[in-house]
Each structure stands twice: as structure tokens, then as C-alpha cells.
């Protein structure tokens, strides 16, 4: 059966949940197409105040990588907006003029900061809080600029302020009514939460109104209606979201504030739907991931011919992820004449608990300092149970920390994780059946966990709490991933002792819980197997996408090709044909690399083979988990300081070792004198000559974690080097865990270890004896995929339009 035609613009949380639904219901339906804006595959958006508050890493927000994509057959475009939309015949067009068919189209276009409409918006210095750009910005200004103002005391702006202090900048909150959080805090609570906020370095500028932001070219200050100015060389705008319908009410889609949607998400253009943030529900747009994941879920279920009862709403409740304080509030928070509420208010101790009854049912409820009763209170409210025969007490518990008791009398159908709607039942439920036994591993078979993070602690304690003795051996062991409770070094010596030799046979006689593994363990245990077994044949299609491809994919989804420069040392002949190629095939761009070579960007999959053909040279590997380059200075053949011939090293360096397979990429430099003109000191490998001799360095790392690399040892002669260097990466490719880098693989075994290790002769030797045989295994990608028609059909086809 031909499949239907999927088309999703929004690359978002809540889009890209809406097709993990679908996947997990019916496979074969949909061919998917998504658009994104950002340059980025789907991230943790909630994820980004942590980035800032230094608690989490850009790498670590990613939710669906580029293999997720791949390995589902999803056709993603990043960095690529939809401009207009057909609805009569059923297309939409980019900004690039794209244009794809759809049989359904999904808008999930999310939000955009709501940036005050006053003279001097404009200036530099004036963002938002909603991407990654946005975050990056803020951390590049708080390298040059001191003083930062973020204007809005709602969750944003307060998690925003957190990060800038975080940065080392001095902030004043800006806030125009009278108590901060006003939507979810009541007096009391947000004066307790202010004055905690206020030790923690945030200086408030309550009930101003910012009339205009003041500057040249750049904002320096801001101008409040009183007549007060405040400086600032960054001005972060928190002051709300509105949803993003442009597009939407362009296309003649109805658009009151959301695009507005029944109770399965469909829009009133057939075959249109909207869902998230843009969507609005029952005349109620959500800004929270809760509601919006229960719209994917709906949706997903519309889209498979499922359709049952409907979204109905929902009501929310909050958190701010701001460290040392703790509050949660959902529903009404003012009490009024129709209400009643309970109070406990320990002033002592910093607690304020609030409970606001109508009817006998619970309306509101309003915690700080102390949240241990809010997935049990937000139950009732949410299923509005009758609290009619229920005490003081029995509302508002202690505050004791959550022990197994608690767990023990937690109801199975309590939801411990809001953002994903997943009960202790179900939990308990994944670590008994699937086996799991981490928080991690929890997430990967329920979701739980997987947002704003707040439920980790619970999910923790309910592991410990199911496993009983068996916790804390296996709360110790990291696993390979949620596929299977074994760690890597368990799997490597089952490999061995048992000689398997195959994924497939990996997984059936380790008892894998899933039939195909994930983009996790697919790639390492095809690492594992090439590591255990010399003569492994490599299975292409485990590998992660740009590796299967041989080529990096860029974010417009063309790739690049950059050919080996051996020590960065190159030929009029070779520049003549890359020039040669790159005008024949019109490529976007031409570039020198930092690893001293030539890249040429922007080329269509389909023209790969031919541009490798007529380029006749190696793949430089600027894709790999493998030894990417060898930076070499001029050395002493041209350079009036260099001792030694650091380029014929370099050179031979790489051909001995280039296209090994290696735990994580692997980048070499060699200088012939210690002005270390090829920065050997932040590679994972780096060589440095003296007079009559060489340094070995390494595990330097010059990227993300920069990190300068240990001396390893003192050598006289090039042999010497090899037998070393060979040594050191067959340990390393031994030793590290899979996708470790060698300076944190070091900071983890102890560089002692290794020079034990690498000063024991006969270790030496066989370590060699073991690389060598794995080296031999290797032949030139493109060799293959030039001659063999099969391969450039299955990887290399042209991309098809969707039309
Ligand atoms: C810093 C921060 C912290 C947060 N913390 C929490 C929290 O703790 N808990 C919580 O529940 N929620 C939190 N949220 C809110 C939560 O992140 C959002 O509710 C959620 O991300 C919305 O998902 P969405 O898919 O609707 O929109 P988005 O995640 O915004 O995704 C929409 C995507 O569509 C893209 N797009 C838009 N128009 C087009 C177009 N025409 N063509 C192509 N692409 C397009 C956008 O660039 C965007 O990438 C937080 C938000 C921020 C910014
Ligand atoms: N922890 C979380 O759950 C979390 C964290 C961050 C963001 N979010 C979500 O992101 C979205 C955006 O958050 P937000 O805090 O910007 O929205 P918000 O609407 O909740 O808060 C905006 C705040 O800005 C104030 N404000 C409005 N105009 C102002 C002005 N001119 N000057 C000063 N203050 C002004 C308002 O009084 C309000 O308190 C929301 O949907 C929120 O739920 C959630
Ligand atoms: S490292 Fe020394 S030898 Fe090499 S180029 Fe620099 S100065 Fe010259
Ligand atoms: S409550 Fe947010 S991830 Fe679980």
C-alpha cells in the first residue's frame, strides 16, 4: 500500500511526540516529512533554563538526534521555514521554495516571546528566552557585559535571571505588578519567594513599567514610566508568549488567539490540524508541556484512525526550576467568597501550603517549601475527588523526605510524572517487566522523566523501592542503554567469553528488551564487535548517519565532502581538482578546515560517489569516531626554530592510523619545537619536538571541554612514537567507553593507569600486535560505493521531493 503523505511544520516538543505516537502505533501509514526553523534536531526546550544555570549542556537537551530521524525514515528539514500553505491543493511552500505535498498536515509552530512593543526594542543587546540561540546569546554577552535586566517575574524570567547570575552578571528583574508569579503564587507565597530569590543575588524592580529601552546602537538602560532609568547591557524580554499563527491565519486557517481545534485537533480546513503551544483548545492556549503531550497523544490517535473520546483540557500545574526553591501551584490561587481554604504557614521553617476548596471539591493549591504533597494533592483536584470527610492532616502531610514508605502507600495510579501523564504503576510495571533499573532507563520505555526532570527523584525512589536489595548494585552500573541492564564492560566480556559475533546474535543471547536495539546501543555494539574481533565485518546500517554515509550531513541536509590532506600538506594538482569539482558540481561553499584541509560543503547526496570518483583521493574521515587529522607546523624543513621533521611524522602518523575505528574521534598534532605552532597540547594525541627527542602528550581536548593534554612520556626516536602511539589508541579503543573522548576517558581511568599500562613492555606489544590486525581490515570507503551500484543505490539515491 502507497503511503500517505505526512507533512509536519514545528519541529518542536510537542510535534515531534505527536509522530513518536504514531510510530508507536502504526508504522506503515505515513511517509513524515518535518520542518523546523531552528538549525537543530528536536530539543528539551524546558532544558534550556538548566543550560544556563550550568546544570545541563546543550548535547544533553537533544531529545530525537539525526539518527532518530534516519533510522524512521523521517525527511527533516532544518533551519527551513514554511512560508505559505496551500490548503486546496494540499502543499506547502519554504522559504527556500520547497515545495512538498500533503495528504495531512500537522501545525505545531509553537510560540514566540512576547517582545514589548516600545521605542528601542530594536537595539542590540534585546532578546528573548525561547531557543538556543537565545541561550547562546546570553552566554556570549556575560563573557563582555556585567549588567543584565530581565523584564517579566513570571517562571521564564525568573529561571532567566537564575542563569544570568549563574554567568557571573548582575540582574534586576523587572516586574510590573506587585507580587512576582502572580498567575501561580499568592501574596504570601511570593513574598517568601522573593525574599529567598533576593539572598540568591536577584535585585527587584517591582511595579515599573518599562516605557522605553534607552542606547545608541546598543541597549544601555532602560527608562520606566515613573521616570526612573535602570542601566543594562542586555535586556532579556520575559514578559509572556504569544502563540505562533502567522502562517496559519495567512493560509486562511481560523485563528482566534490559537489556531483553534476541536476536541481531536483538527482545524476547520479538512485535513489540517494544529496541535502544542500554537493550538487553542476550548478557548485555552497551553504554555506547558502536560497539556500539549496530551494533545500528541489524541492527535497521533486521530491520525491512525483511533479516534475515541477526544482531548477535553486540562489543568496545569507548575514549577520553577530555579535550585533551593521549591514550590508547586495548579489551579485557582486567590481565594474568594465561593472558596475555602486551608492553611498551614510555618514561618519558621520556611513552609507555606494552601488548599482552596469549593463544594467539597479541591480548586487550587498553592505549596512552598515544601512540594512533597503535590502529586497527591493535584490528583484529587484533577479528578475532583470530595474531600468533604478528610482532616487537616490528612490534606497536608509533613514535610519528611520521600521515603519507601511513602512509596509503599503511593496509590498505583498516582501520576509521578506530570509533564508525560505516567503513574507509579507504570513505572513499577517497566522495572519488573522491561526489566529497567534507571532513571534513564525508566524514561526510555515510559517517557517519564524525560522533560522538566522535577519526577527524577521520585522515579528514583521508586527503583529502590520495587529492586529492594538488587538496587544498589543495579543503581551503580551504567548501563549501554534502556535496551539492556548489562554495562559496556559486561557486554565487551560476553562478546569474548561467548564469541558472538553479530548484533542480532548479541541481542538474542544477551536477552535484549527490544527486537532491533535503539541508536544507542546499534552503533556501540558494532563498535564492540570491530574492537573484539579484528576481522569483523562491519554492518553499515548500525552506524550513526553520518558514518553510515560517509559523508557530514549539514543542517540543510546536504552533506560535505573533505578529502585527506595528509598533514595538512597538499599538491598543485590536488588543489587543481578540488577546484576542478567544486566548480563542476557548483558546491556552496569551499573551505579550509581547522583541521588543516579542504572542505567542499553543500553537495546533494546523489552527487557524492561522482565527486569522490573524480576526485580520486581518501576520505579524509572528517565524519568519524576515528582519527580525524594530524595537524603538522613546517617543522624543521622550512622553519628556522624547528628541531625535528614534523611533517614527514605527521604525514606517516596519519596513514598508519587513519579510518581505525575508535570509542570517539581522535584528532593528532605534531610540532617540531615547543612554540607548539600546531597546538599539539589540546590534542588526543600531540607530539612535540626538542632537541634531540620528542614529547608525547596526550588526552588534550580543544573543543567544548577544553582540556590541556597530560605528558605521557619523553622518546627519542620516530619508532619509538608509532609503538607508543599505537599502544596508547588500542588501549584507549580497549579500555573507553563507547562515544568517551580520550580526555575524559583519562579523567576517568587516571593517567597513572595508562602510563603503567603503556610502560610494560610485553602490554606494548601485543596492544600493537592486536591494532595492526585490526588496521588491516580497512579499504577506502568510496572505493566501494564508486564500483558498486547496489551500494550507491541504497545510500546514495537522490533525495525525492515529496510532490
Ligand atoms: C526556557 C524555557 C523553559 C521552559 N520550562 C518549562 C517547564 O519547566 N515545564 C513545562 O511544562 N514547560 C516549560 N516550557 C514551555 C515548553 O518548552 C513549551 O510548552 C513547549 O516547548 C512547546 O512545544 P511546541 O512544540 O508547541 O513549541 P516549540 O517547542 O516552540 O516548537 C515549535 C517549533 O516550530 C518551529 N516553527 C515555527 N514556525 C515554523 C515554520 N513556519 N516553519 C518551520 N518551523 C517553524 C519553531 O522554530 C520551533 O522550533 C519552557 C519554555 C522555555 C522557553
Ligand atoms: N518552570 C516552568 O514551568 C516554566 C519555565 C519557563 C517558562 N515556562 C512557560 O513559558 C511560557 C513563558 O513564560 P513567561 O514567564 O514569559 O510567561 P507568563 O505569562 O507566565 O509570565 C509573564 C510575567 O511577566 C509579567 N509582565 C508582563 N508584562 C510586563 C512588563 N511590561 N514588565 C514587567 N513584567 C511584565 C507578568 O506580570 C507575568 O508575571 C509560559 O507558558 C510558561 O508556562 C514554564
Ligand atoms: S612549532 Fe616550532 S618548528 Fe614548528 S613552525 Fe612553530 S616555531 Fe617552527
Ligand atoms: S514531571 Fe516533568 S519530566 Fe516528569
Request: aromatic residues 6%; negative net charge.
Amino acid at each position: 500500500m502507497k503511503k500517505k503523505q505526512l507533512v509536519m511544520i514545528g519541529n518542536g516538543m510537542a510535534g515531534v511526540r505527536v509522530i513518536e505516537e504514531i510510530l508507536k502505533m502504526d508504522r506503515e501509514q505515513y511517509k513524515i516529512t518535518i520542518f523546523g526553523n531552528e538549525p537543530h534536531p528536536n530539543y528539551n526546550r524546558i532544558q534550556l533554563s538548566n543550560v544556563l544555570q550550568g546544570n545541563t549542556t546543550f548535547e544533553e537537551t537533544i531529545i530525537n538526534d539525526l539518527q532518530w530521524y534516519e533510522s524512521n525514515e523521517i525527511q527533516l528539514f532544518t533551519g527551513e521555514e514554511v512560508t505559505q500553505i496551500n490548503t486546496d491543493e494540499q502543499y506547502v511552500i519554504s522559504d527556500i521554495g520547497r515545495q512538498v505535498s500533503y495528504d495531512e498536515l500537522i501545525l505545531a509552530t509553537g510560540s514566540l516571546p512576547f517582545i514589548l512593543p516600545i521605542p528601542g526594542a530594536d537595539k542590540k543587546g534585546v532578546i528573548g528566552f525561547r531557543d538556543i540561540k537565545d541561550c547562546v546569546e546570553m552566554i556570549q554577552t556575560s563573557k563582555k557585559y556585567k549588567k543584565a535586566a530581565v523584564i517579566g517575574g513570571g517562571l521564564l524570567g525568573l529561571e532567566a535571571a537564575k542563569g544570568l547570575i549563574h554567568l557571573g552578571m548582575k540582574v534586576d528583574v523587572v516586574h510590573l505588578m506587585e507580587h512576582l508569579m502572580e498567575r501561580q503564587l499568592d501574596a504570601v507565597a511570593s513574598n517568601m519567594l522573593k525574599a529567598e530569590l533576593e539572598t540568591q543575588g536577584m535585585n527587584f524592580l517591582m511595579e515599573k513599567a518599562t516605557v522605553e529601552l534607552i542606547g545608541t546602537d546598543r541597549v544601555e538602560g532602560i527608562r520606566f514610566k515613573d521616570g526612573t532609568e535602570a542601566k543594562a547591557d542586555l535586556i532579556v524580554m520575559a514578559a509572556g508568549i504569544k502563540p505562533n499563527v502567522k502562517l496559519a491565519s495567512e493560509s486562511g486557517i481560523y485563528v482566534n488567539r490559537g489556531i483553534v481545534v476541536n476536541d481531536f485537533m483538527e482545524t476547520n480546513v479538512p485535513h489540517v490540524y494544529a496541535v502544542g503551544e500554537c493550538a487553542e483548545h476550548r478557548e485555552v492556549v497551553y504554555g506547558l508541556v502536560a497539556p500539549l503531550y496530551e494533545q500528541g497523544k489524541v492527535l497521533a490517535k486521530t491520525l491512525c484512525g483511533q479516534k475515541e473520546n477526544g482531548y477535553k483540557g486540562s489543568i496545569t500545574g507548575t514549577q520553577l526550576k530555579v535550585s533551593d526553591i521549591d514550590l508547586f501551584s495548579a489551579g485557582e490561587i486567590y481565594d474568594d467568597p465561593t472558596s475555602k481554604s486551608i492553611v498551614v504557614h510555618n514561618e519558621y521553617e520556611g513552609i507555606y501550603k494552601k488548599v482552596l476548596i469549593r463544594n467539597d471539591r479541591i480548586v487550587g493549591i498553592v505549596l512552598y517549601g515544601d512540594t512533597k504533597d503535590s502529586n497527591r494533592l493535584y490528583r484529587m483536584l484533577t479528578e475532583k475527588q470530595d474531600v468533604s470527610e478528610s482532616t487537616t492532616i490528612s490534606f497536608l502531610q509533613s514535610g519528611e523526605a520521600v521515603e519507601s514508605n511513602d512509596i509503599a502507600s503511593m496509590p498505583n495510579d498516582e501520576v509521578v510524572c506530570g509533564c508525560n501523564g505516567i503513574s507509579k504503576e507504570t513505572i513499577v510495571q517497566a522495572i519488573k517487566e522491561e526489566g529497567v533499573s534507571t532513571v534513564e532507563q525508566v524514561g526510555g520505555c515510559t517517557n517519564a522523566g524525560r522533560s522538566c526532570g522535577r519526577c527524577k527523584p521520585v522515579i528514583q525512589e521508586i527503583i529502590a523501592y520495587t529492586l529492594g536489595d538488587e538496587f544498589t548494585h543495579a543503581a551503580e552500573k551504567k548501563t549501554v542503554c534502556g535496551c539492556t541492564s548489562l554495562s559496556r564492560d559486561e557486554v565487551v566480556a560476553e562478546i569474548q567469553v561467548k564469541g558472538l559475533t553479530t548484533i542480532k546474535e548479541v541481542m538474542n543471547v544477551l536477552e535484549w528488551k527490544t527486537d532491533e536495539g535503539c541508536s544507542k546501543c546499534r552503533p556501540a555494539l558494532n563498535y564492540f564487535l570491530g574492537m573484539v574481533h579484528p576481522a569483523y565485518v562491519d554492518d553499515r546500517d548500525s552506524r550513526l548517519v553520518n558514518e553510515k554515509m560517509h559523508a557530514n550531513i549539514q543542517k540543510d541536509g546536504t552533506y560535505s565532502v573533505i578529502p585527506r590532506m595528509y598533514g595538512g600538506v597538499t599538491t598543485a594538482k590536488d588543489l587543481r581538482k578540488l577546484a576542478d569539482v567544486a566548480e563542476k558540481y557548483d558546491v556552496q561553499l569551499l573551505k579550509i578546515t581547522g583541521g588543516q584541509r579542504i572542505g567542499l560543503y553543500g553537495l546533494e547526496k546523489d552527487q557524492l560517489p561522482a565527486v569522490w570518483e573524480e576526485l580520486g583521493m581518501p576520505s579524509g574521515y572528517a565524519y568519524g569516531k576515528t582519527l580525524r587529522t594530524v595537524k603538522t607546523c613546517v617543522g624543521a624543513q622550512f622553519c628556522r626554530f624547528g628541531t625535528q621533521d614534523s611533517m614527514s611524522l605527521g604525514i606517516e602518523l596519519e596513514k598508519r592510523f587513519e579510518r581505525l575505528d575508535t570509542p570517539h574521534k581522535v584528532k593528532m598534532g605534531v610540532s617540531a619545537c615547543p612554540r607548539n605552532c600546531a597546538e599539539a597540547g589540546i590534542k588526543d594525541v600531540g607530539i612535540v619536538g626538542l632537541d634531540g627527542g620528542w614529547e608525547i602528550y596526550v588526552a588534550g581536548n580543544g573543543g567544548t571541554d577544553l582540556r590541556a593534554g597530560d605528558l605521557l612520556c619523553k622518546v627519542k626516536t620516530e619508532e619509538e612514537i608509532y609503538e607508543i602511539t599505537g599502544a596508547f589508541l588500542q588501549y584507549y579503543r580497549e579500555a573507553a567507553l563507547y562515544l568517551e573522548r580520550t580526555s575524559t576517558w583519562i579523567e576517568r581511568v587516571g593517567l597513572d593507569h595508562v602510563k603503567d599500562v603503556l610502560a610494560n613492555e610485553k602490554k606494548r606489544k601485543e596492544l600493537n600486535e592486536r591494532l595492526n590486525a585490526t588496521l588491516a581490515r580497512y579499504e577506502e570507503p568510496w572505493a566501494r560505493a564508486i564500483e558498486e551500484p547496489a551500494i550507491r543505490e541504497a545510500y546514495y539515491r537522490k533525495r525525492e521531493l515529496v510532490k
